[in-house]
């Protein structure tokens, strides 16, 4: 074994050439002068060398509690050389490892797999409810107590929210321990703890007769004519909501076969469970849903916005302009702009109850029980089926109603 004293007595020579200490330890002399510790180690059936640093830097105590450290490393079933590695890449990775400068980083990373309108809103929810609370706090720092606290405040205005707030913080979490920053995932941990949600149906009105009356009291309320299309088109279309008001001119441009194509991007940002697949989805339009885009166009046509918002043309409308309607005309707690695709459903499933599965379909209900393959089949197999199904529900909805161009007249608020 080597002591302090042969070290320091170690001339360099011609060549480079070892001194062993013991357990793989040895020091490495350069023709230069310089005095190297050095591990060797086999891992995978090959033999490797961890370079732990130079004599004096590094004295012979704390070379052989490297190489102790390496052992143990090696005892785990985990390559030491590859564990500097990480070490070293997750110090060089970021200097800050505050929440707030790793959220930034991933969400920095990963916006670009997202629609803009995603990406800003979950960006927006942790500047809003995170930062000010824990952005400058170290995330290995951070404990489930401190994670769950501020859920709690949270929760107190919007559970859903809430819950979309600790899937954000545990994807950060879980960066943070990717790159050496943390070694937990405390918003992991708190999951159960959250207060639970009672989901319910939405308020919907499923009797066709009440249905058309309803449609027809909205539409003679003092409303905007755009938010009185967004109405109208929602109950031919039976789409949810938040696809219709985001819609972007360009998915009605050039329609083919009078299919309106809502690609994945979009759809993706209506699942209700992260491990949901989203795909695009194929919505026929049927000769008045047509005739009441068209009608739009004459209004908004001129931005790329289909439904803008009447202050800001940059931005959608705001789907509660479409459930205010609803309310003043008498249906508050009743019908709820999500109802016309209870309606749609109910309504046609009692006419057609051997065809729920193309009913589902044309409501993008995913069907957990069929594979990919058979489901990408039923979508093209069915298309002409669910073109049928598409009118015959506008001629049954549509039935009495005033002509959609009556629509751009009339009081406004």
Do not use: C
Not at 178 to 194: H, I, K, L, W
């Amino acid at each position: 074994m080597l002591t302090d004293t042969a070290i320091r007595k170690a001339k360099a020579g011609d060549k480079p050439y070892k001194l062993a200490d013991s357990g793989g330890l040895h020091l490495f002399v350069t023709p230069a002068g310089g005095k190297l510790w050095r591990f060797r180690y086999a891992f995978g059936g090959k033999e490797k060398l961890l370079s732990i640093g130079p004599y004096d830097a590094v004295s012979l105590v704390d070379a052989r509690t490297a190489r102790d450290a390496a052992k143990a490393t090696l005892r785990e079933g985990r390559d030491p050389g590859i564990q500097k590695k990480l070490l070293k890449l997750a110090r060089t990775t970021s200097n800050a490892n505050t929440f707030e400068a790793i959220a930034r980083e991933w969400h920095e990373l990963n916006k670009s797999q997202w629609v803009k309108r995603h990406a800003d809103d979950v960006l927006n929810s942790l500047e809003r409810e995170v930062f000010p609370v824990l952005g400058n706090v170290p995330t290995a720092d951070i404990k489930p107590p401190e994670v769950i606290a501020l859920l709690r405040g949270v929760e107190k205005h919007a559970k859903e929210t809430a819950r979309r707030i600790r899937q954000r913080m545990s994807a950060v979490f879980v960066y943070a321990i990717s790159t050496g920053r943390a070694e937990a995932d405390p918003a992991a941990v708190v999951q159960e703890a959250m207060a639970p949600i009672k989901r319910g149906k939405f308020p919907a009105i499923t009797d066709l007769a009440k249905a058309r009356e309803m449609l027809a009291k909205a539409e003679a309320e003092k409303a905007h004519p755009v938010t009185k299309l967004a109405n109208r088109i929602l109950a031919l279309t039976a789409v949810r909501p938040g696809v219709l008001i985001t819609a972007p001119w360009s998915e009605w441009t050039d329609l083919e076969d009078d299919v309106w194509r809502i690609p994945a991007e979009r759809m993706k940002l209506l699942l209700q469970h992260k491990d949901d697949e989203a795909r695009d989805h194929w919505a026929p339009l049927s000769r008045q849903a047509l005739e009441a885009i068209e009608v739009l166009r004459t209004v908004t046509g001129r931005g790329p916005i289909a439904f803008p918002n009447t202050r800001h043309a940059h931005k959608t409308m705001s789907e509660n302009a479409i459930g205010y309607l609803l309310n003043r005309a008498g249906y508050h707690g009743h019908h709820v702009p999500h109802g016309w695709r209870s309606t749609f459903s109910t309504v046609m499933n009692e006419t057609h109850p051997l065809e729920f599965r193309i009913i589902d379909l044309m409501l993008a209900h995913k069907n957990k029980n069929k594979g990919k393959t058979e489901g990408a089949y039923n979508r093209a197999e069915f298309l002409d089926r669910r073109r049928e199904l598409a009118q015959e529900w506008a001629d049954l909805i549509l039935e009495g109603a005033r002509p959609v161009r009556d629509l751009l007249v009339g009081p406004r608020r």
